[in-house]
């Protein structure tokens, strides 16, 4: 561009067509070539990313160790419905017992809540789980729950992390070559994506 148009067009402008006219220069085939890098890379990335969100699902899937607690006031949200696990059950929620032994409460004169309760120091279990019966202070019932392991979601979020680094790594390499290639030149060591 000569001096005089460069007047006409304003210096912005000019800077503009002096990078078009010098990016003219680069061979398409390395463009090209720059594309491929990055989805390349890219595609890593998004691999990385499959693999994250797979042991994330699957961590969440695997449940954890089992907590037993007493419900007093309505209806247990995880009920017992092991009468083998009943008593165990019961002694793990920090219940005191007069007896060692399961109690079925067909045997019992008072219709109880469905599946393991304690009454009066005695375990029992209502097989008949259609009752609606709500737990209560006489009539306690014993409930899991389900404690996550933590460190099940370790690998996920280290794979996941690595997912964003490989795609901050590729973009940012990606953005160096097509400006180093705007001005119109090519650095070879821009094409060797080595870590």
Known sequence: LDL???SRIGPKAAVV???AMRSARVDPKVWFSA????LHWAKISVVFASAAALLLSMAGKSGGALIYDVVTDGRCAHPVRDQRLCYLAAISAGMRLNSTTVQDSKNHSQVGPPNCYVEDGVVWYN???SSTEPCTESQACVC???EPHWCLYIPGGTVAGAALVVLAHAYRRHY???RTMADGQVHMKDFADKC
């Open 127 to 129: 097989s008949r789980s």
């Open 35 to 38: 594309e491929r890098t990055f």
């Open 4 to 6: 005089a148009s460069t």
């Open 176 to 178: 160096r070559r097509t």
């Open 17 to 19: 067509c002096q990078r």
């Open 144 to 146: 899991e729950s389900a």
